[in-house]
């Protein structure tokens, strides 16, 4: 998770840290002053340090990263899987129902070489989530593997209560960890590369696959692991010796010739003309990889800025929760939102040149239901097809010349190319643009980035319609219960009942029944009860008892995950019995069942499909996708979000049938499902 799990240093802490003589706690004094100095500099540089650092893309400041030619590695020995369970994490209620066994996962990353801790295993401890939460990484040294110094840089077991999710606490065994303390990584928090450019720094690498094992019921049992293949990347060059960089390129993806034309052709441009993303994966000397993107520096001086901000709200927060459940206060403060991370983003004020322009700037042709933060990587489009448009930040901006070419008709696509009601769902108080009207206001703008690759920025201005159709929560508490529920990473919401402001704060009873604890956030005249989906509502809002959570929008800093190989494929006249029949194997309520059909069967077959291929995102799918915090912690938490796709034909090859987890209803028990709006 970012900013929080693995527990890093802000820029003015390692400086404080350093100026204070921080070397016997972390080793190698010299090391950690030039990594602070690296973090200053990045930051600040922008404003008094820009001539410095111009004369060459190779600039000074690099070659001081730890990981040069000069350095020596901080760690000897390569990331290892370690096959026993340390136990290093707490164990929660519903993690001992019925024989439930979270599956966690621990690596040696090394050996320390120097320092305080010269001869200790570095360890990377990976825990399952707790609820419908993301995966959280921690990072230990150990010289015994039964006492445990933690890295907590940013002071999260202080600072937070050891009941908030963003204690380390929350998670860890804390008769486990004899210290705490800051230690020393080969990976520093930015990457200068010149003026114009620097890395900053994500999360270690992670991904879910599939374990091996299977569950008492039969289905294959999924874990995170740290990504170690790395084949499928393009190396990037760069003058650090113990660090390797790696470009992310999109797998070649095949498009089945039985999806239906639209969808074909706009999967058909994607892949000719986006070749992957500014995402750039480090590994260290031992082969740990940590994302970073690709940014400016002055991006991130304000991401630190709004983060710190973010941080002091959140404290803020759950001491005002605290006081408004006791009656003390009579409002409850909005709950903070995680900002998005730095990337290549601009607006329109940003621009010097001619030309007409939208406001806003970030990502071009963005996925719908998950929205990649890291600009896209363009192919296929010459250096003579771009004309020279004018400049942001020292960047040169260039615009195509073709007004008519098939990248601006995918982009067009991608924003306009909806129906009246549509368009106005998600673009309230703007205007639709022709195709002719939508290109002279230039919606993309392409520029190189440091390793010269062209880049594509798009504008957003106006959202997708799509994305995550009707995903809704029912909570089912054992008695009633004060509930708040928020999303623990950036979202663009663009419809919710009851209105979502940061979270949703709600009295939920064991019935399903919830009652907004916030009603003055809801505008009950605003809602159209003739929608689709939201029938209920306005009634709902009124009297204020909702039968469940429900929101639509897109999930920013993750692609959506497709799988075309996995599944069922059902035709028209099948679908309907097909759904039934799979909700009532999965565990469903008839009133849950009776939601999600009449939500969903109707959006399927209004595309008037022969065949569709269905599949299903589940709980381990989701919590990765979009993870949620909700509070108190349930005890049980399932997850399905339905991804399909109407085809003209059925497939030649079949698809291979999923493995579906069954609902297990025992203390607080939340339910969710959604799917894929189209």
């Not at 489009?381 to 040169?396: K, P, S, V």
């Not at 008709?409 to 106005?424: D, G, I, Q, V």
């Not at 206001?441 to 798009?458: E, V």
């Given at each position: 998770m970012r900013k929080g799990f693995h527990f890093r240093a802000s820029f003015a802490e390692v400086a404080t840290k350093a100026e204070q003589g921080f070397s016997g706690q972390v080793g190698g004094v010299g090391l950690v002053l030039l990594v602070a100095f690296v973090a200053i500099v990045s930051v600040f540089g922008y404003k008094f340090g820009k001539e410095f650092i111009r004369s060459s893309r190779v600039s000074t400041l690099q070659k001081m990263i730890p990981g040069t030619q000069s350095a020596a590695p901080l760690f000897q020995g390569?990331?290892?899987?370690?096959?026993?369970?340390?136990?290093?994490?707490?164990?929660?209620?519903?993690?001992?129902?019925?024989?439930?066994?979270?599956?966690?996962?621990?690596?040696?990353?090394?050996?320390?070489?120097?320092?305080?801790?010269?001869?200790?295993?570095?360890?990377?401890?990976?825990?399952?989530?707790?609820?419908?939460?993301?995966?959280?990484?921690?990072?230990?040294?150990?010289?015994?593997?039964?006492?445990?110094?933690?890295?907590?840089?940013?002071?999260?077991?202080?600072?937070?209560?050891?009941?908030?999710?963003?204690?380390?606490?929350?998670?860890?065994?804390?008769?486990?960890?004899?210290?705490?303390?800051?230690?020393?990584?080969?990976?520093p928090e930015t990457i200068p590369l010149d003026s114009s450019f620097a890395l900053y720094k994500d999360s270690i690498l992670i991904q879910n696959a599939p374990s091996g094992t299977y569950s008492p019921e039969g289905y294959e049992v999924y874990e995170n692991r740290i990504r170690t293949d790395f084949s499928s990347y393009e190396k990037l060059p760069l003058d650090v010796s113990l660090l390797t960089l790696y470009g992310v390129i999109n797998p070649p993806s095949e498009i089945p010739e039985e999806w239906e034309e639209d969808a074909r052709v706009q999967a058909q441009l994607r892949e000719k003309y986006v070749k992957g993303t500014t995402e750039v994966v480090v590994l260290d000397s031992t082969g740990l990889p940590y994302s970073y993107t690709l940014t400016r520096p002055r991006e991130i001086s304000d991401y630190e800025d709004k983060y710190k901000k973010y941080v002091d709200a959140s404290v803020k927060f759950e001491k005002e929760r605290i006081r408004f459940e006791n009656k003390e206060i009579k409002e409850l403060p909005d709950y903070p939102m995680m900002p998005s991370l730095p990337n290549l983003r601009f607006t329109k004020k940003d621009v010097k040149g001619a030309g007409e322009l939208f406001t806003d700037y970030d990502i071009a042709v963005p996925y719908i239901c998950g929205i990649d933060v890291d600009t896209p990587i363009?192919?296929?489009?010459?250096?003579?097809?771009?004309?020279?448009?004018?400049?942001?930040?020292?960047?040169?901006?260039?615009?195509?010349?073709?007004?008519?070419?098939?990248?601006?008709?995918?982009?067009?696509?991608?924003?306009?190319?909806?129906?009246?009601?549509?368009?106005?769902?998600?673009?309230?108080?703007?205007?639709?643009?022709?195709?002719?009207?939508?290109?002279?206001?230039?919606?993309?703008?392409?520029?190189?980035?440091?390793?010269?690759?062209?880049?594509?920025?798009?504008?957003?201005?106006?959202?997708?319609?799509?994305?995550?159709?009707?995903?809704?929560?029912?909570l089912y508490p054992e008695k009633p219960t004060d509930v708040s529920v928020s999303f623990a990473k950036p979202m663009e919401i663009t419809y919710s009942i009851p209105t979502y402001q940061a979270d949703w704060y709600v009295r939920a009873y064991p019935d399903g029944t919830l009652t907004d604890l916030l009603p003055e956030n809801t505008d009950c005249t605003a809602i159209d009860a003739t929608k689709h989906g939201s029938e209920y509502a306005q009634t709902a809002c009124e009297t204020n008892q909702y039968p469940y959570l429900y929101w639509a929008g897109n999930r920013i800093g993750m692609k959506y995950p497709i799988n075309p190989?996995?599944?069922?494929?059902?035709?028209?006249?099948?679908?309907?019995?097909?759904?039934?029949?799979?909700?009532?194997?999965?565990?469903?309520?008839?009133?849950?069942?009776?939601?999600?059909?009449?939500?969903?069967?109707?959006?399927?077959?209004?595309?008037?499909?022969?065949?569709?291929?269905?599949?299903?995102?589940?709980?381990?799918?989701?919590?990765?996708?979009?993870?949620?915090?909700?509070?108190?912690?349930?005890?049980?938490?399932?997850?399905?979000?339905?991804?399909?796709?109407?085809?003209?034909?059925?497939?030649?090859?079949?698809?291979?049938?999923?493995?579906?987890?069954?609902?297990?209803?025992?203390?607080?028990?939340?339910?969710?499902?959604?799917?894929?709006?189209?």
């Open positions: 390569t990331l290892t899987r370690i096959s026993e369970d340390l136990g290093l994490f707490t164990t929660t209620d519903s993690e001992g129902i019925e024989g439930y066994t979270p599956v966690n996962v621990y690596y040696q990353a090394g050996i320390f070489t120097k320092g305080s801790y010269k001869g200790y295993e570095r360890i990377i401890a990976l825990r399952e989530p707790v609820g419908p939460g993301s995966p959280v990484a921690f990072i230990v040294a150990t010289k015994d593997r039964k006492t445990y110094i933690l890295d907590d840089p940013t002071g999260a077991t202080k600072r937070f209560p050891e009941t908030d999710w963003q204690n380390p606490f929350q998670y860890i065994d804390k008769t486990k960890i004899s210290k705490v303390d800051e230690l020393v990584s080969e990976q363009i192919q296929n489009i010459a250096d003579d097809e771009l004309i020279l448009f004018g400049t942001a930040f020292g960047h040169e901006l260039f615009t195509l010349k073709n007004v008519e070419h098939p990248f601006y008709k995918l982009a067009y696509r991608n924003k306009m190319l909806m129906s009246k009601e549509e368009f106005e769902a998600v673009n309230t108080d703007m205007k639709k643009l022709s195709f002719e009207e939508y290109v002279a206001k230039h919606p993309l703008l392409f520029l190189k980035d440091f390793w010269g690759r062209w880049t594509a920025t798009g504008e957003y201005d106006y959202k997708m319609i799509g994305g995550c159709g009707k995903p809704v929560l029912y190989h996995i599944g069922w494929i059902v035709s028209n006249q099948e679908l309907p019995m097909f759904l039934d029949t799979t909700l009532d194997t999965i565990g469903f309520t008839e009133k849950e069942k009776e939601d999600f059909l009449s939500y969903w069967v109707p959006v399927l077959l209004e595309k008037d499909a022969a065949w569709y291929h269905v599949r299903f995102l589940q709980t381990s799918d989701m919590n990765m996708f979009i993870p949620m915090e909700i509070h108190p912690t349930p005890d049980r938490y399932y997850r399905l979000f339905l991804d399909w796709m109407p085809l003209s034909d059925k497939p030649a090859i079949p698809v291979a049938p999923q493995q579906l987890d069954t609902i297990v209803r025992k203390g607080f028990t939340v339910v969710e499902w959604g799917g894929l709006k189209q």
